[in-house]
């Protein structure tokens, strides 16, 4: 007895020394501008340091950038064939996840398919995310005359959490829920602005929001314990961290 309770102690102390060093993990960012804007990747490893974690990190993310140009793109190719990530992040152009479904098995789910063929093919070890985007402010005014389920913040928001969890079950991939981060956060902490002044990109708390969802994740850590604020005040910073472990870690 006195043997075994000894050994259950050392792998308790083992454990707990390996959680105190930190842990560094390899990311790629494939996107447009919903990542660079405010440098997500950069957010992201402000919040791992924060736990004494490290995140090293790539992007390749043009305005505007969609799944089918990514996949003849031979930056984001030649990135992803590196061949040492942890994580391959994929985001889709805003706006083509929310389109009539028939539109979306033709200009999405394929071209997300045949990035994450490729990711798998050229990284042993790496897992494929994606990161599931929000609704805009107000609904897609643009295309609402043609699609009526985009015309709403709800309508857009819920089928672009529809087809993320759609291209995520498909691929075997993890997910992202950033989008449903941002919805817990705009019924619970609505003083906090998510958007920047276009009602689509996002702000800085935005940003941090997004961060956080992606350190929760992809650390499996909680969210509470990160000390890192960004350029938000104490408050909203904390009410985020409340959204991302009621929405993610919990």
Not at 94 to 99: A, C, G, K, L, V
Not at 122 to 129: F, G, H
Request: glycine residues 6%; charged residues 15%.
């Amino acid at each position: 007895m006195k043997i075994r309770l000894l050994s259950l102690l050392l792998v308790f102390f083992s454990t707990t020394s390996i959680f105190a060093q930190g842990v560094s993990k390899n990311v790629l960012f494939v996107g447009n501008s919903y990542v660079y804007t405010n440098n997500l990747p950069l957010e992201l490893a402000n919040n791992a340091a924060s736990m004494t974690d490290e995140v090293i990190y790539d992007s390749n993310s043009p305005g505007g950038y969609t799944f089918e140009l990514h996949s003849t793109n031979a930056t984001t190719l030649g990135k992803i064939a590196v061949g040492d990530w942890d994580f391959v992040v994929l985001q889709e152009q805003s706006q083509i996840p929310s389109f009539p479904i028939d539109q979306v098995e033709t200009a999405c789910f394929p071209f997300a398919t045949d990035l994450n063929d490729y990711i798998q093919a050229n990284n042993d070890c790496a897992q494929t995310v994606f990161n599931m985007t929000w609704g805009r402010k107000n609904g897609d005014a643009d295309n609402c005359p043609f699609w009526p389920p985009v015309c709403t913040y709800n309508g857009m928001d819920s089928l672009l959490n529809l087809r993320y969890r759609t291209m995520a079950e498909d691929n075997l991939a993890l997910l992202s829920p950033v989008g449903q981060v941002w919805h817990y956060v705009r019924d619970n902490f609505p003083t906090i602005e998510l958007y920047s002044g276009d009602g689509s990109h996002p702000s800085t708390a935005g940003t941090y929001a997004a961060a956080m969802t992606f350190y929760s994740l992809l650390f499996q850590r909680d969210p509470a314990l990160v000390t890192y604020n960004g350029a938000l005040d104490a408050t909203s910073a904390a009410s985020i961290r409340a959204a991302v472990k009621a929405t993610v870690y919990d």
